[in-house]
T-cell receptor, first 109, second 124 residues
C-alpha cells in the first residue's frame, strides 16, 4: 500500500523558514497537497497540486515536489503558523484512494 | 460560499448503530465527490473512503471496508457515514471533505473544503 512519511516535529523561530518534508514512492507520479490543523479545529488546505496556493492562504506558504519528496515551506514563520501539518496524495492503483502522511507538529517559538 | 455542515456530537454504546451526516451548500452537490476522514484522539488524519454522489460510486480504505458505509442523498445535498455495530475503538472525530479533482478521471484529488467535524464517543 502507498505510504507517506513526514518528520514528527519541526521547530522554528518567528521570522525564520520552516521546511516540512513528505516522502512517498508514488509522489513522482502523483500530486501532493498540504493541510494545516490548529488545535481543536478542522484541517485547512494550504497547498494543492504540489505548489498551488488556495485563495486566502498567505504567500509565505509554498510547496514543491521533486522525485519521491514533496516539501512545504513556510517563509517568515509567524506564531499563528504553530500547528500540525499533513501531506496527502492518492495511490496509483486507479482506485481513487487517498492517503495522509503521519503529520508534522510545527512549533514556532 | 461553499459550506459543509456536519451533524452534532454523539455518545453511543458498543454494538449500537449510528449514521452521521454532512450537508453541503454553496455548490452543485452531485458534481463533487465527498470523502470521510477519521481522527482518533491525539492522532493523525486517516482517509476512510469516498463517494461520487452523482453515481453513488464508493471506494473504501481497506482498513475501514466492511465496518462503515458511505452514502449520499442528492435530493438534499447530504452525505452520510454509517455504522451498524459500533466499537469503543470507533471513538474519534470524523470529518467530511469535498474533493477537488485534478483530472477528469479524479485519480488525483485534493480535499478543498472541510466540515467542522463530528465527535463520536463510544463507551459502555
Amino acid at each position: 500500500s502507498f505510504e507517506l512519511t513526514q518528520p514528527p516535529s519541526v521547530s522554528v523561530s518567528p521570522g525564520q523558514t520552516a521546511r516540512i518534508t513528505c516522502s512517498g514512492d508514488d509522489l513522482p507520479k502523483k500530486y501532493a497537497s498540504w493541510y494545516q490543523q490548529k488545535s481543536g479545529q478542522a484541517p485547512v488546505l494550504v497547498i494543492y497540486e504540489d505548489n498551488k496556493r488556495p485563495s486566502g492562504i498567505p504567500e509565505r506558504f509554498s510547496g514543491s515536489s521533486s522525485g519521491t519528496m514533496a516539501t512545504l515551506t513556510i517563509r517568515g514563520a509567524q506564531v499563528e503558523d504553530d500547528a500540525d501539518y499533513y501531506c496527502f496524495s492518492t495511490d496509483s492503483s486507479g482506485n481513487h484512494e487517498g492517503v495522509f502522511g503521519g503529520g508534522t507538529k510545527v512549533t514556532v517559538l | 460560499e461553499v459550506q459543509l455542515v456536519q451533524s452534532g456530537a454523539e455518545v453511543k454504546k458498543p454494538g449500537e448503530s449510528l449514521r452521521i451526516s454532512c450537508k453541503a451548500s454553496g455548490y452543485n452537490f452531485p458534481t463533487y465527490w465527498i470523502n470521510w476522514v477519521r481522527q482518533m484522539p491525539g492522532k493523525g488524519l486517516e482517509w476512510m473512503g469516498t463517494i461520487d454522489p452523482s453515481a453513488s460510486y464508493t471506494n473504501y480504505n481497506p482498513s475501514f471496508q466492511g465496518h462503515v458505509t458511505i452514502s449520499a442523498d442528492k435530493s438534499i445535498s447530504t452525505a452520510y457515514l454509517q455504522w451498524t455495530s459500533l466499537q469503543a475503538s470507533d471513538t474519534a472525530i470524523y470529518y467530511c471533505a469535498r474533493v477537488y479533482c485534478s483530472s477528469p478521471s479524479c485519480y488525483d484529488f485534493t480535499l478543498d473544503y472541510w466540515g467542522q467535524g463530528t465527535l463520536m464517543t463510544v463507551s459502555s
